[in-house]
């Protein structure tokens, strides 16, 4: 119940591209969804977060779609740049907690082709 | 703002001996996080710590691990009796103290890379 399940486990775009990461949850207390940037030998990057009371939020060319009935949340990255060659990381944490102990998921590599 | 540092940044170990962590949480931050990553895989939480107390070590195996974040300095992972299994990415990351503490303010630290031979 306290797994976030990742996937696709690898990825490749062309530049320009689409990118989706997709995650999943079973813990209906979890209400605070962050995904992460991490680029070889570097700690993970808060990039972009959720609230479970919005569908969808946006960054710049970051968005975040949440299905809070489906319990699933993804990750599109528009206009794939080689410079979002990454692995991105999507995680959930309870907020009655309030901490931040985060339950990540498994990671995608994603590359984006040139 | 130097962030959150972590020190060493690589560590080799033979197995059976020990390995120390050290993490220095960024200024003004009371609130300090270990997780573990093991090739491949995602982020593992292992403790949370306040100054001189251990809030959650739920993620900490039983055996063999301990962490503190004294009074002064820096919080420390230690690792004794290392095994090859143990070869992982240790990550610290930091958060304010306060109401708005939480997983929204959390920053991580570039992490030590523990290798057992």
């Known amino acids: 119940q306290q797994q976030v399940k990742q996937s696709p486990q690898s990825l490749i775009v062309q530049k320009g591209g689409i990118s989706i990461i997709n995650c999943a949850y079973e813990n209906t207390a979890f209400d605070y969804f962050p995904w992460y940037q991490q680029f070889p030998g570097k700690g993970p990057a808060l990039l972009i977060a959720?609230?479970?009371?919005?569908s969808e939020k946006k960054e710049g060319r970051f968005t975040i779609s949440f299905n809070k009935s489906a319990k699933q949340f993804s990750l599109h990255i528009m206009d794939s740049q080689p410079g979002d060659s990454a692995t991105y990381f999507c995680a959930a944490s309870s907020g009655s907690s309030n901490t931040g102990k985060l339950i990540f998921g498994q990671g995608t590599t994603l590359q984006v082709k040139p | 703002n130097a962030g959150v540092m972590q020190n060493p940044r690589h560590l080799v170990r033979r197995r059976g001996q020990e390995a120390r962590l050290r993490c220095s949480p960024m200024?003004?931050?009371?609130?300090v996080y270990w997780y573990r990553q093991l090739p491949e895989e995602g982020l593992k939480f292992m403790v949370y710590l306040q100054k001189e107390n251990i809030i959650d070590e739920s993620g900490m195996p039983k055996e063999r691990f301990s962490a503190e974040f004294p009074k002064e300095g820096p919080s420390i992972l230690r690792i004794q009796q290392v095994v090859r299994g143990d070869s992982a990415a240790y990550f610290c990351?930091?958060?304010?103290?306060?109401?708005?503490?939480?997983?929204?303010?959390?920053?991580f630290g570039a992490g030590s890379r523990l290798t057992v031979l």
């Open positions: 200024k003004g931050h009371s609130h």
């Open positions: 959720i609230r479970p009371d919005v």
């Open positions: 990351a930091s958060s304010p103290p306060g109401a708005t503490s939480g997983a929204n303010v959390l920053t």
